[in-house]
Antibody, heavy 121, light 106 residues
């Protein structure tokens, strides 16, 4: 059974940093692209960042480009999101999501339960 | 960026009703359109991918269709567990973008 488990969310001051982790099981992690998607309180879904199977290419939403870095460790079946220069508008639940097919498709068939990031002084 | 405009933003319906949600893309998606369901406090769930393909395990009352840059999610007979928020999402080009959501309630 496929499982994705995010951790690392916390309350942080503006300008601070956090690293989110998504530990996965139940599928061959190295065969699938992965993404982070966030949802501000009471708002809709926003794709934040994605990374290819090998980790060789990473993509970002303009809203986080230059501040966030996505990475993966295929030997540990783990996805990361390093978040620097955090702003109040980054407050959200952050979900990791698995691509449906091996390759680069952008359809997300499995999601974690989410981890809450709150940015406030 | 591709803009996704979803309508309506909310609707009220009853069990057994036929419900239709529409999503319009700002440019051609070549069928790279997905639909998700999100229940309160839960992660999104993939219902439909590639505009009209039913995800494994999803009931057949969920139907996706497309006409040009307009996409439709139809729930043929609304069930109690279908009261949720629905999102469209394009996977044609980066950045992947979502519609603003349609909340379906009683």
């Amino acid at each position: 059974e496929v499982h994705l488990l995010e951790s690392g969310g916390d309350l942080v001051q503006p300008g601070g940093s956090l690293r989110l982790t998504c530990a996965v099981s139940g599928f061959t992690f190295s065969s699938y692209a992965m993404s982070w998607v966030r949802q501000a309180p009471g708002k809709g879904l926003e794709w934040v960042s994605g990374i290819t199977m090998s980790g060789g290419s990473a993509y970002y939403a303009d809203s986080v480009k230059g501040r966030f870095t996505i990475s993966r460790d295929n030997s540990k079946d783990t996805l990361y999101l390093q978040m620097n220069g955090l702003r109040a508008e980054d407050t959200a639940i952050y979900y990791c999501a698995k691509d449906q097919f091996s390759g680069w498709y952008g359809n997300f068939d499995y999601w974690g339960q989410g981890t809450l990031v709150s940015v406030s002084s | 960026d591709i803009q996704m405009t979803q309508s309506p933003s909310s609707l009220s319906a009853s069990v057994g009703d036929r419900v239709t949600i529409t999503c319009r893309a700002s440019q051609s998606l070549s069928s790279y359109l997905n639909w998700y369901q999100q229940r309160p406090g839960k992660a999104p769930k993939l219902l439909i991918y590639s505009a009209s393909s039913l995800q494994s395990g999803v009931p057949s009352r969920f139907i996706g269709s497309e006409s040009g840059t307009d996409f439709t999610l139809t729930i043929s007979s609304l069930q109690p567990e279908d009261f949720a928020t629905y999102y469209c999402q394009q996977s044609r080009s980066i950045p992947w973008t979502f519609g603003q959501g349609t909340k379906v309630d009683i």
